[in-house]
């Protein structure tokens, strides 16, 4: 097993993948829009048939997650019936597929970190489609490993972390919601994670226990408020800007898209599977500010 065909170029995790696979001693073979493009079946048919995988890390998928509640058709093209293509696809050619999900699969009224096996309830379009994406790829293929990730940021891309940097810049007082609970995950660290799952599958070869879903964030948990102040406090210590950062609630920040409270995912089962732990969040952190900091 050596071509791992990577979706969504361009993408936080794809991008981070390009770097990790190779690594390892992987071929990535990245493809992206407009010649792989959920929209259209016919180009992922004919980029799957030209690249000839071993396997296939989807991560490509509608992110925007507020803009989902206006288009979830759209959202559902590329979050569920591209899934489902790929799933064929692999399963066609009896290789194995890891496809990205999230948190927002959960209503995150549990009031304590999911397990696997807890029932989701998305809140949201995005969560909806992307859960139904996650059935898709297994329902087409038995050999499909779903990773659970959230709040997910890298040196590039649109994220949290480079939102709030942007605007350090430009505010000296920040307003936060410090009522959601999750765990941020650095793309680089989930890159590392993935391909550490690659390396399992080629080396001891495929074993129905992979099958299934999986957590895999980075280690422990924040808030956003939170993980806003670690941010301009790494930031801080190189230099840039430290604004005030003020609490507050989700109510008092609405957004068309309804979000999990608390998100917190239990990783455990990635652990005892795959024996990959990603770091805890603020090595991930620290590892993205160092990347920004070079480019
Ligand atoms: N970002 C997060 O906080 C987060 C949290 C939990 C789970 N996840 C999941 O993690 C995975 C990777 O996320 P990410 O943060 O790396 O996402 P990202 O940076 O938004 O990248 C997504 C990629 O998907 C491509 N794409 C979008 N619509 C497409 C379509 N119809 N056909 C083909 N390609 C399409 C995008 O291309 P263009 O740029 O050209 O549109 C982009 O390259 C996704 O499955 C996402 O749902 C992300």
Partial sequence: MRRILVTGRGGQLATGLEAALPAQG??????GQPEFEFDKPETVVAAFHALKPDAVVNCAAWT?????????????RANALGPALLGRLTHEAGIPIIQISTDYVYD????????????????????????????AAQAANPRCIVL???WVFAPMGKNFLRTMLALGEQRPELRVVADQWGS?????DLADAIAAILVRIRDQGW?????????????????????????????????????????ITT?????????????RLDNGKLAHVFGVALPPWEAGLARVMAALRQA
Avoid at 113 to 134: F, S
Avoid at 184 to 188: C, D
């Fill in 26 to 31: 992987f071929e990535a073979l990245l493809v």
């Fill in 64 to 76: 925007a997650v507020d803009a989902a509640e206006d288009d979830e058709a759209g959202a559902f």
């Fill in 251 to 263: 109510a008092d920040y609405p957004t068309k898209a309804k979000r999990p409270a608390d998100g």
């Fill in 108 to 135: 995150g009224l549990k009031g304590a970190p999911y397990l696997e096996n807890d029932l989701p309830n998305p809140v949201g379009a995005y969560g909806r489609t992307k859960l139904a994406g996650e059935w």
């Fill in 148 to 150: 659970r990730t959230a």
């Fill in 207 to 247: 074993r129905d226990d992979f099958a299934g879903t999986h957590h895999a964030t980075g280690g422990g948990f924040t808030n956003w408020h939170a993980f806003a102040e670690a941010i301009f406090t790494e930031a801080a210590r190189h230099g840039a800007p430290r604004p005030k950062v003020h609490a």
């Fill in 184 to 188: 941020p995950t650095a793309a680089p």
